[in-house]
């Protein structure tokens, strides 16, 4: 019995360490879903509730060339402003579109004034939609107010 106990004593270090080294060694996905280089769009909303909905998207470097912003709002609410300008609104589906082009590294803060109020969690969502170099498929990050962080996929076959 004694040399079991012996082995057990080796065994569960080891396999710690082990465990350690694999973490350390094993690529870093983040909050996200995003390789720890930084590759990829992030997203998050500043403030989801209220009158005037703000989000942050962090653009890596180097940037893609076009990155397509969809936010969906309860239908037939009516946007007094937005920053950017939005490109598009179906007031039907409650989508804003942008277009947003040449786009640099770093912080892009958006931000929507609306005619009433989001209370709950769930009311509103985005998703961007971009290329993040010639090699890569196009991906989606997704926004909502029920996470606190985004998502991102591959879109298959492009």
């Not at 470097?61 to 609104?89: F, M, W």
Request: net charge positive.
């Amino acid at each position: 019995m004694r040399f079991s106990d012996r082995r057990q004593r080796l065994f569960l270090p080891l396999i710690f360490t082990l465990l350690l080294l694999c973490l350390a060694v094993w690529p870093d996905q983040g909050r996200t879903g995003e390789p720890a280089s930084g590759a990829g769009i992030r997203a998050r909303y500043s403030q989801p509730r209220g009158t005037s909905i703000s989000w942050q998207i962090h653009i890596p470097a180097p940037p893609p060339a076009a990155v397509i912003v969809l936010q969906n709002i309860p239908p037939a609410t009516v946007i007094k402003k937005s920053s950017p300008p939005h490109s598009g609104y179906d007031g039907a589906s409650g989508t804003v579109k942008w277009l947003l082009t040449a786009v640099e590294p770093g912080v892009v803060k958006m931000t929507m004034e609306l005619d009433r109020p989001i209370r709950r969690k769930g009311e509103i969502s985005g998703k961007i939609i971009f290329q993040d170099s010639a090699t890569r498929p196009i991906a989606e990050v997704f926004m909502s107010s029920k996470r606190r962080k985004s998502k991102k996929r591959a879109i298959e076959g492009c």
